[in-house]
T-cell receptor
Framework: ETGVTQTPRHLVMGMTNKKSLKCEQH?????MYWYKQSAKKPLELMFV???????ENNSVPSRFSPECPNSSHLFLHLHTLQPEDSALYLC??????????????FGSGTRLTVV | SQKIEQNSEALNIQEGKTATLTCNYT??????LQWYRQDPGRGPVFLLL?????KEKRKERLKVTFDTTLKQSLFHITASQPADSATYLC?????????FGAGTRLTVKP
């Protein structure tokens, strides 16, 4: 395991459902990130949190709502999603924003399918 | 805008040969480039980082180069093994902004 844990690993949801993705790390990192990975496309940065404060929202639709209650936990709340939102959602952490000398540590992701 | 491109979507090589993957970037040089390995159904795993002022970095069978004139980084795996089969991602880092390439899927055949 990498030290970044994501749950659930797989999620199938209808377009009218509300669900949440969870990410947890106990690496002592202060920066956490949500990325979206679609087939054959580069990772798309969605949100960045540094010391629990959101520092970046990369023009993400409001149907995605992040929450960071503390430096160890990050959530992504989902509601009224579209089929094109189906993708692998990856959580990552690093020492802090601006300190990536040791790379980002990623979780295994949540495979989301919107039906 | 800053772009990073991995020109080959897939690369197939024979076991024992050296695999060479290419990463190109546009505009100004990133502070550093990173390389990650991603296996199916898993998140990327950090492998190596090379800074703008470094020409080459090595780690066991891995070697990364950084050519600011060509705006390119090369990632080499020597004496490749079937277990090296995976998707390899490069990422450029500048000013708190990390951008990833789409990846190259490497297959090492026995």
């Amino acid at each position: 395991e990498t030290g970044v844990t994501q749950t659930p690993r797989h999620l199938v949801m209808g377009m009218t459902n509300k669900k949440s993705l969870k990410c947890e790390q106990h690496l002592g990192h202060n920066a956490m990130y949500w990325y979206k990975q679609s087939a054959k496309k580069p990772l798309e940065l969605m949100f960045v949190y540094n010391f629990k404060e959101q520092t970046e929202n990369n023009s993400v639709p409001s149907r995605f709502s992040p929450e960071c209650p503390n430096s160890s936990h990050l959530f992504l709340h989902l509601h009224t999603l579209q089929p094109e939102d189906s993708a692998l959602y990856l959580c990552a952490s690093s020492q802090e924003v601006g300190q990536a000398n040791y790379g980002y540590t990623f979780g295994s992701g949540t495979r989301l399918t919107v039906v | 805008s800053q772009k990073i491109e991995q020109n080959s979507e897939a690369l197939n090589i024979q076991e024992g040969k050296t695999a060479t993957l290419t990463c190109n970037y546009t505009n100004y040089s990133p502070a550093y480039l990173q390389w990650y390995r991603q296996d199916p159904g898993r998140g990327p795993v950090f492998l190596l980082l090379i800074r703008e002022n470094e020409k080459e970095k090595r780690k066991e069978r891995l070697k990364v180069t950084f050519d600011t004139t060509l705006k390119q980084s090369l990632f080499h795996i020597t004496a490749s093994q079937p277990a090296d089969s995976a998707t390899y991602l490069c990422a450029r880092y500048n000013n708190n902004d990390m951008r990833f390439g789409a990846g190259t899927r490497l297959t090492v055949k026995p």
